[in-house]
């Protein structure tokens, strides 16, 4: 995914150089146009000063030398000029050895090369009628030290631009990151959802944000209040279906079906097929599973309720402890967590002698819980039939596995790994490795 | 024993009634939570048996108004509702144990017995004892130095009512209220002839008479 910040950064410096380029260029131009149209008039003036100084004299027309420029007489002084008569020329002694050349129209014409300095001229040509002859005047000035410094001006622009762009880039990062804050603050909180450390989005967000947010959070109401709805319907079904089959199972055994054992033997066996179905189902469809958790299994809180109902269950004294780490919080749905652990422990109470140990952790990978008990546990060669595919946990009638299908159910949901091991209590120990959510 | 049953759907109700009359129970049954909170605490039941779906009340609510009013009458909670969230709710809520249906009526008489035994300081053995009794509530019998004796129906009510009692002063009336149910016809001189009929067969000195105050079972003879 790109990220909304590299996009305006992009968009931004494409746009600025664009812009500062055009607007560098149009400007530099017009400057030069500006400089040649000044120029002109003086040149203008220079050709009509020269006119004037044509006067007519002993040998026809000649040139009043008094009113020249002196820089007419210094060579390559940048100041230039050529008068074309009809049969003949003259040139202006700063031309030195170099020809002026004429203009093929009266007019202005820039970036002549000349002499040996390479001067570059600007030269104007103005055609006259004097003393009943055409006379075309020429006069050319260098203008090169104009262009350095104009040279120079564009550099400095250049690096004046540059500097620019890149104090706005930087002010764009920052502004950007400022307004971009409650984004990454709702992706912390979006992260903090999925621990399970918070069940709703902050609704103190910028106006762009809040429909994302508020929709957020109706979804997340809206899963946990679909998960009770369905749970409570779950409920509801179960009791309209189990009362009916706790009748039947009591007809079954009554006194009236005595006489016929093998009807009796009959209905009770199917009827308890129809049961592990149900429960199993049941149990099944009320798992959360993957949905996010609306608050975190505190430990602390709630083991000892559970372990006081197993309690009360298993009325045989068992020594039923658990080892958790103070504080200790699990990412999963409650509801399935105490399935999955009083299914656990409910099945060790089954089988232990006098004790039984939940011990839950946290590793780098995870979390890892782990029930032991003292009873007789499963040799190894049978654990792999256990939990072998297709087997299923409750299927099996004896041993270890009653009501475990569950627990392999939420398991495999949750994407963890069951295992079956030797105890040092003597017993089955049963570890459960979850993956951390992310 | 004198049971409550409040359950709402008749046909259970009537096959959970007939199995615990036959285990010799008097039991007296509502469908309705409101008269449940009511009769529960004016009546002096020895356990409670409490379906959780109830009309007029949830059971949860019942059982947290009766533990509020500090009724400690044992009381087994019967649902469909067997998550483990909601098993510990109901322990919160006071219950003693938790059956889910569908059910064995056999697993429900052997949790209503073991929770009596419980509620009464008893260890939960095969047979019930006391004062070198031995009483088999299966079959109705009790043996006495490895003899059996048959026991009526009757009989076995009583003996098993002063068992859980030992050497406890138990007056006429408090007699018949745990042995029949609301709708029994009391008749002391009833008990007085099933009292009889167990002295006859286990030996007088079972059961004392305190003239003005009532039986005394398995007292030891001073």
Known sequence: ?438 | MRLLLVEDHVPLADELMAGLNRQGYAVDWLADGRDAVYQGRSEPYDLIILDLGLPGLPGLEVLTQWRAAGLATPVLILTARDSWAERIEGLKAGADDYLSKPFHPEELHLRVQALLRRSHGQANQPTLQAAGLHLDEGRQCVMRDGEEIQLTAAEFRLLRYFMLHPEQILSKSHLAEHLYDGETERDSNVLEVHVNHLRRKLGRSVIETRRGQGYRFGASPA
């Open chain 1, 1 to 438: 995914m790109k990220s909304i910040q590299r996009r305006l950064s992009l968009g931004l410096i494409s746009v600025m150089v664009i812009v500062g380029l055009v607007l560098a260029q149009t400007s530099l131009w017009l400057f030069e146009m500006g400089l040649q149209r000044y120029l002109e008039s003086g040149l203008r003036n220079d050709s009509e000063n020269l006119l004037v100084a044509l006067v007519r004299g002993p040998m026809g027309v000649q040139l009043d030398e008094q009113r020249l420029s002196p820089a007419y007489q210094r060579p390559f002084s940048g100041h230039y000029f050529r008068i074309d008569f009809a049969d003949t020329h003259w040139r202006s002694r700063s031309l030195w050895d170099q020809e002026l050349p004429q203009l093929p129209q009266a007019g202005l014409k820039g970036n002549l090369q000349l002499g040996p300095e390479g001067q570059q001229l600007l030269v104007l040509r103005s055609d006259y009628k004097r003393f009943g002859q055409s006379i075309s005047i020429s006069v050319a000035q260098d203008y090169t030290p104009v262009r350095e410094s104009f040279r120079l001006m564009r550099q400095i622009g250049l690096v004046l631009g540059l500097a620019a762009l890149l104090l706005i880039l930087l002010l764009q990062r920052v502004t950007v990151r400022r307004a971009l804050r409650p984004l990454e603050t709702a992706r912390n909180q979006i992260a903090q959802l999925q621990q399970g450390q918070r069940s709703q989005l902050d609704t103190q967000v910028p106006v762009e944000l809040e429909p994302l947010v508020a929709q957020i959070n109706h979804l997340l109401a809206h899963t946990e209040d679909s998960l009770k709805r369905s749970r409570n319907a779950l409920g509801n079904l179960g009791h309209a279906l189990k009362t009916p089959l706790a009748v039947l199972l009591s007809v079954a055994s009554s006194e009236q079906l005595k006489d016929h054992p093998q009807l009796s033997k009959l209905l009770r066996e199917q009827l308890e097929q129809v049961q592990q179905r149900l429960n199993r189902e049941l149990n099944r469809a009320r798992l959360a599973g993957e949905t996010l958790p609306g608050a975190l299994f505190d430990c602390d809180g709630e083991l000892p309720g559970l372990l006081a109902t197993l309690n009360m269950i298993h009325v045989e004294h068992l020594d039923l402890s658990y080892r958790v780490p103070p504080g200790l919080q699990l990412p999963w749905d409650r509801e399935d967590l105490l399935e999955l652990l009083g299914n656990l422990l409910d099945n060790a109470c089954k089988w232990a002698d006098a004790e039984i140990v939940l011990s839950v952790g946290e590793t780098p990978e995870g979390f890892r819980l782990v029930v032991e008990d003292d009873g007789p546990g499963i040799p190894e060669s049978q654990r792999d039939q256990v939990f072998s595919r297709g087997t299923r946990l409750d299927e099996q009638t004896d041993g270890h596995g009653l009501g475990l299908g569950i627990v392999r159910d939420i398991v495999d949901v949750w994407g963890g790994v069951l295992l079956l091991q030797e105890s040092e209590l003597g017993g089955l120990k049963v570890v459960i490795d979850l993956p951390r959510r992310h």
